[in-house]
């Protein structure tokens, strides 16, 4: 496989093309700030983004405007509205990825919190929280938000009606059902979330804790591997994870629910 890779200067792009060469793809266009963006599109399989929105919605423009058929994953964090529908617009004419999070653990965690929201009722408050280094630029991380997204939609709530994010100075009571998020930007942290779930008698909680950036790259490169082999249309990390995943969740619940006492 050859490929492209957006945002190819900075520290995650670095990773890319480590990631790449180890699977002994072709890194053939290495484009940053710099460069012209069609240097993106020139004789490659796949591109991957982490750049900046701006960089990715530049590229959307581009593979839209020029009707361009070449597998896009997307990690850049901080998208808008606007980004979602520039990739749904690309994604008509060649298979789009995007994940705030490429790791596989997340993904793990995420099908986690879906099931826990599921089981325990809004009276038990969710608090997200994200720590990293103090260079990233959006807040909270793409990561807490899609955690929250996800326990918003195992409620069968509206995101934008419970996310909380902001407390400061005299607020009023916590509503029933709200997500509230804090965050941390300090020091030199890769990426950790922090997913609570408080009840009046008992606290469960989960923490991810990324190493090394060097596990989204990764995880990257396999969702560029798997997305050559989609259709067209606009993917995330569920549907990478799906065919894998689910199977393994249904037998796992199976033995587990089928244990009995004197099993050895
Ligand atoms: N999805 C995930 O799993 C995941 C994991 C980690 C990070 N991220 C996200 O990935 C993105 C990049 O993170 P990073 O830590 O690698 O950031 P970084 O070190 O600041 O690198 C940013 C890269 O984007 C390039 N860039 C900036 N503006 C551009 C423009 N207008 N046109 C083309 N290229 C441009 C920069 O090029 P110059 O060097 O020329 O400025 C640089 O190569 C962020 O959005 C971050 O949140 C996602």
Not at 197 to 211: L, R, S
Not at 229 to 252: A, R, W
Request: with cysteine.
């Amino acid at each position: 496989m050859k490929i492209s890779v957006l945002g190819a200067t900075g520290a995650m792009g670095g990773f890319v093309i480590k990631a790449a060469l180890q699977e002994g793809y072709a890194v053939e266009n290495k484009v940053s700030s710099k460069d012209n963006i069609e240097n993106l599109f020139r004789d490659v399989d796949a591109i991957i983004d982490f750049s900046c929105p701006m960089a990715t919605e530049a590229m959307l423009r581009y593979a839209i405007a020029h009707d361009m058929h070449i597998p896009i994953v997307i990690g850049t964090t901080g998208l808008s509205k606007m980004h979602i529908a520039l990739m749904k617009d690309c994604a008509r004419h060649v298979p789009v990825f995007t994940a705030p999070n490429m790791s596989f653990l997340i993904s793990i965690i995420n099908m986690a919190v879906y099931a826990m929201a599921k089981l325990l009722d809004e009276d038990y408050d969710v608090e997200i929280m994200d720590i990293h280094h103090k260079l990233k630029k959006d807040a909270p991380s793409g990561t807490a938000l899609m955690l929250g997204k996800t326990i918003a939609k195992a409620r069968g709530r509206n995101f934008d009606e419970v996310s909380d994010f902001v407390r400061y100075g005299i607020i009023e009571q916590r509503r029933r059902g709200e997500i509230g998020f804090s965050v941390q930007r300090c020091g030199n942290v890769i990426g950790t979330h922090e997913i609570s779930f408080m009840g009046e008698f008992e606290n469960i909680k989960i923490t991810h804790e990324a190493h090394s950036k060097e596990i989204f790259a990764r995880g990257s490169v396999q969702a560029a591997k798997w997305l050559l082999k989609q259709p067209n249309g606009l993917y995330t990390m569920n549907d990478f994870t799906k065919d894998l995943m689910v199977p393994m969740v249904k037998s796992l619940y199976k033995d587990f629910f089928t244990r009995r006492l004197d099993d050895k």
